[in-house]
C-alpha cells in the first residue's frame, strides 16, 4: 500500500528527514516511536503533503502512485487520513457541514454517487457511536472550544466517517486522560479491517496497549534505526530511548 | 434559481423593453447640470408642479455643499458636470446567440447557476417568450391590488399617487441630508415605490425582479417603501448576476417609512462591476439608505450582501422614533482586487424602549480595503435603549486592510449596549486542515467564508441566501493561494 524509499525532507532549511525507508502492508498496523525531535511528526506531515515541508530526496508511492506529485487534497481522496496532533479550530463552520462536504468531494473524486442529507446523518450517527460523541458536537463549530480529549475524538470520528485507506496518527494519544485514550483506541480498533493500515506515530507505549501494532519502529535523528514487533515497544518502554541512542552511536 | 423563477424574470425584463418606456421620448441630454436641464428633465417625465420645485430647491441646495472626503476611500474627483442626467432607457444591444457574448462573463455566470434563458437576457440576446408574458405579470399585479398594494415605478407613483409622494418623499432623507442625496434629489431619474397598506401582510417578496419596467437601475435611482400601520413588506433589492453600467457614478436613495406595527425588511445583494484585476473602470456607489421607525412597534430591518463596486459608500440606518420599535442591520461587505468599502450603519434611538442590533461582517482579500463606520446615537429622551454591535473583519492575504470606526453617543444613563469586535484571518493550517479532509483550497476558503457569515445569510430570504453564497464565492476567486 504504502512505499517510503530513501525520504528526504527539510523544514526551513534544516533537514529533519534523514533517508526514511519504510513499507506498509494492506492490513497492517505500524506504530513509529521515538524521541523528541526525532521527525515523527514532519514524517506525518510530509505525508499529508504540508508544502511547508520540503521534500529534497526519494519517493513515496501509494497504491502504486506517486504520492509527493499529488496536492493534498487529492491524497486524502486518494485515502490518506491524517489525525492531527493538534487539530486546529475553524470557527463559523460546522463539523457537520464539514464531514459532509468531506465526505462528498472523496467520493466524487472516486467517481462515486455523492451522499445526500439523510444518508449521510444514517451513516454520522453510525459513526458516532463508535467514538462515543455526544451529538451536540456535531452542529457545534470545527474543534471550536473543544476540550483537548474532545477535539482528538472528533479526529477520530472523521476517521470513521472517511474511511480512509491508511490513517495516520499523529500523536493521538497526547493530552488524553485514560477514559478518552480507551475511547480514541476503541474507535481506531473497530475501524481496523484487512483492507485499511494504520500508522501510528506515538511518543509513549501506552497507547500500544490498546492499539497493537505489528510492527514498531523506532525514529531517531530522522532515521529509522530500529524495526521489530510489539516487544519492541516494551522493551523502550523499559529501557527509555538513550539506550538506543548509545546503541547507534557505537554503531 | 426555479426556471419559474427565471422565466417570471426573462418576462418582467421583457416587459420592460416594450413596456412604460415607450411613452419617454428616446433622448439623450447634452452633458451638464443646471436648472433648464432639470426642468427639461421634470417635463420630459411629465411632473406635477410639486416635484419640480422639490428637484430645484435640493438643486440649489447641491450647489452650496462639497464633496464629503470623510470616508476611507479614494478616487479621483469626479465632474458632475461631465454627466447626462437624462437618457431614454436604452435599448441593450441584441446578440443572436450566447456565443457572441463576453466569454468571462458566461463563465461567471455558470458558476453562479444562472440559468440558460436568464444568460440571455442579461447578456441581451433575444429571447423567445415560453409561455404568454402578459398574463403571469398580470396576475402578480392583480394580486397585489387586491390587497390594495401599490407597486410601481417611483414615475409612475409621481403621476398617479402625487399625495403619497408628496407626504413621504424625502421624509426620511431630507434633500439638504448630504452631497450625494441633494444631487439624487435634483436629479433622479427613477426607481421603486411601495405603498402597503393598514393591516396588510404582503404575501410574496417584493422585488425588482418582479417589477416591471424596473429591470435596469438608473444611475440616480430613488426608492421610497411605506408599510402603513400594522402592515408587513420584505423587499429584495438588485441580483447577484455582475451588473455592468456605462454610468461609473451611481447615488441612489432608498427611504424606508414604518408606522405603528408595522415591519419592513429590505434585503440588498449588491453585484456591480467592481472594475478590472487592476482596478481600472468599476462603479462608485454612493448610496443613502435610511428608515425611519415612525410609529411603535415598528420594526426596520437591513440585510445587505456588498460584493461588488470599485467604491462602495453606504450607511444603511434606522431612526427609531416610535417608542419600543426595532431598527436592525446584518451586513456582509466583499472587497477582493483594489476595491474600497466603507460601509456600515446608524441606529439613533429617539423613542423609548427601542433596540437596534448591527451585525457586520468585512472580509477584504486582495488588495482591497474594507471599512465598517457605525454610529449609534441615543438622545436624552430614549429610555431603556438597547443596542448590540458585532463587528467582525476577516483578512484573506496580506495586502488588504480592515478598518472599524465604531462612534458611539449615548445621553441617556439608561441604554445597555454592548460592542463585540473581532478580527481573524484564513490560516494557513485552517485550509491545511481542510485539505488533509479532501476539500480543495478554493472551496475551503468558501466554507470558511460562508461560515463567518451564517449570522447574515439566515436574514436573507432562503432563495437569495444560496445565492449569496455562491456569489461569494466567486468573488473572491483567486484571492488565495
Known amino acids: 500500500m504504502l512505499e517510503i524509499k530513501n525520504l528526504h525532507a527539510n523544514v526551513g532549511g534544516k533537514e529533519i528527514l534523514k533517508g526514511i525507508d519504510l513499507t506498509v502492508n494492506t492490513g497492517e498496523v505500524h506504530a513509529i516511536m521515538g524521541p523528541n525531535g526525532s521527525g515523527k511528526s514532519t514524517l506525518a506531515q510530509v505525508l499529508a503533503g504540508r508544502k511547508e515541508y520540503e521534500v529534497t530526496k526519494g519517493e513515496v508511492i501509494f497504491n502504486g502512485k506517486n504520492l509527493l506529485e499529488l496536492s493534498p487534497e487529492d491524497r486524502a481522496r486518494e485515502g490518506i487520513f491524517l489525525a492531527f496532533q493538534y487539530p486546529v479550530e475553524i470557527p463559523g463552520v460546522s463539523n457537520v457541514n464539514l464531514l459532509k462536504t468531506a465526505i462528498n468531494e472523496i467520493r466524487k473524486y472516486n467517481s462515486e454517487e455523492e451522499l445526500d442529507a439523510m444518508e449521510f446523518m444514517t451513516l454520522l450517527k453510525k459513526k458516532m457511536k463508535l467514538v462515543e460523541m455526544d451529538q451536540s458536537l456535531l452542529s457545534r463549530s470545527v474543534n471550536d472550544g473543544f476540550s483537548g480529549g474532545e477535539k482528538k475524538r472528533n479526529e477520530i470520528l472523521q476517521m470513521a466517517v472517511l474511511e480512509p485507506k491508511l490513517s495516520i496518527l499523529d500523536e493521538t494519544d497526547s493530552g488524553l486522560d485514560i477514559d478518552a485514550l480507551r475511547i480514541v483506541a476503541n474507535g481506531v480498533n473497530k475501524l481496523k479491517s484487512p483492507d485499511r493500515s494504520t500508522i501510528v506515530v506515538t511518543h509513549y507505549q501506552r497507547l500500544l496497549n490498546y492499539i497493537v501494532p505489528d510492527y514498531v519502529h523506532v525514529l531517531y535523528n530522522g532515521k529509522i534505526v530500529k524495526s521489530g514487533t510489539k516487544e519492541l515497544a516494551l522493551e523502550l518502554e523499559a529501557k527509555g530511548y538513550d539506550w538506543l541512542k548509545e546503541q547507534k552511536e557505537f554503531a | 434559481m426555479s426556471t419559474e423563477v427565471s422565466q417570471i424574470e426573462e418576462l418582467a425584463n421583457k416587459e420592460y423593453k416594450y413596456g412604460f418606456v415607450s411613452n419617454v421620448e428616446a433622448e439623450t441630454f447634452p452633458k451638464g447640470l443646471n436648472e433648464d436641464i432639470i426642468r427639461r428633465l421634470s417635463a420630459v417625465k411629465e411632473e406635477p408642479e410639486f416635484m419640480l420645485e422639490w428637484r430645484l430647491k435640493a438643486y440649489r441646495h447641491w450647489l452650496t455643499l462639497k464633496e464629503p472626503n470623510w470616508a476611507n476611500v479614494h478616487f479621483d474627483p469626479i465632474d458632475y458636470q461631465d454627466i447626462s442626467y437624462y437618457s431614454a432607457p436604452k435599448k441593450k444591444p441584441k446578440l443572436n446567440s450566447l456565443d457572441e457574448a463576453d466569454p468571462e462573463l458566461i463563465k461567471t455566470y455558470q458558476k453562479l447557476g444562472i440559468s440558460l434563458e436568464e444568460q440571455k437576457i442579461f447578456t441581451g440576446v433575444a429571447v423567445d417568450a415560453v409561455f404568454d408574458s402578459v398574463s403571469v405579470a398580470t396576475t402578480f399585479k392583480e394580486k397585489l391590488s387586491e390587497l390594495g398594494i401599490i407597486f410601481c415605478s417611483m414615475s409612475e407613483a409621481i403621476k398617479n399617487h402625487p399625495d403619497l409622494v408628496k407626504q413621504y418623499l424625502g421624509s426620511v432623507v431630507p434633500y439638504t441630508d448630504n452631497y450625494y442625496a441633494s444631487l439624487n434629489s435634483a436629479v433622479f431619474s427613477d426607481g421603486s415605490f411601495a405603498y402597503i397598506p393598514k393591516g396588510v401582510r404582503c404575501p410574496m417578496e417584493l422585488s425588482t425582479y418582479f417589477r416591471i419596467n424596473a429591470a435596469n437601475t438608473g444611475q440616480f435611482e430613488r426608492t421610497l417603501i411605506i408599510a402603513d400601520e400594522g402592515a408587513y413588506v420584505s423587499y429584495l433589492e438588485g441580483c447577484t448576476a455582475p451588473m455592468r453600467d456605462e454610468n461609473q457614478l451611481h447615488a441612489a436613495v432608498v427611504e424606508l417609512v414604518a408606522l405603528d406595527n408595522a415591519t419592513v425588511k429590505y434585503s440588498t445583494v449588491q453585484n456591480w462591476y467592481p472594475g478590472d484585476k487592476n482596478g481600472k473602470g468599476g462603479i462608485y456607489n454612493f448610496v443613502t439608505k435610511r428608515g425611519m421607525c415612525k410609529g411603535v412597534?415598528?420594526?426596520?430591518?437591513?440585510?445587505?450582501?456588498?460584493?461588488?463596486?470599485?467604491?462602495?459608500?453606504?450607511?444603511?440606518?434606522?431612526?427609531?422614533?416610535?417608542?419600543?420599535?426595532?431598527?436592525?442591520?446584518?451586513?456582509?461587505?466583499v472587497t477582493n482586487n483594489y476595491q474600497q468599502a466603507d460601509t456600515g450603519t446608524k441606529m439613533i434611538h429617539m423613542g423609548k424602549n427601542t433596540r437596534s442590533t448591527i451585525v457586520s461582517k468585512g472580509i477584504s482579500a486582495g488588495k482591497s480595503n474594507n471599512s465598517y463606520r457605525g454610529q449609534v446615537k441615543i438622545i436624552r429622551k430614549a429610555d431603556n435603549a438597547r443596542n448590540f454591535s458585532q463587528c467582525d473583519s476577516l483578512l484573506i492575504g496580506d495586502k488588504c486592510g480592515a478598518h472599524t470606526f465604531p462612534y458611539l453617543e449615548i445621553n441617556n444613563p439608561t441604554a445597555q449596549m454592548e460592542h463585540e469586535a473581532t478580527t481573524s484571518k484564513i490560516g494557513d493550517d485552517q485550509i491545511f486542515y481542510l485539505n488533509q479532509r479532501g476539500i480543495s483550497r478554493e472551496d475551503a476558503v468558501n466554507l470558511i467564508v460562508n461560515g463567518y457569515c451564517k449570522e447574515v445569510f439566515k436574514e436573507l430570504p432562503m432563495e437569495f441566501a444560496v445565492e449569496a453564497q455562491k456569489l461569494l464565492s466567486v468573488s473572491l476567486e483567486g484571492s488565495v493561494g
Open chain 2, 297 to 333: 412597534n415598528s420594526k426596520i430591518s437591513w440585510t445587505q450582501v456588498e460584493t461588488g463596486s470599485a467604491i462602495t459608500w453606504k450607511y444603511p440606518s434606522c431612526l427609531l422614533i416610535g417608542d419600543n420599535s426595532i431598527g436592525e442591520f446584518y451586513s456582509v461587505a
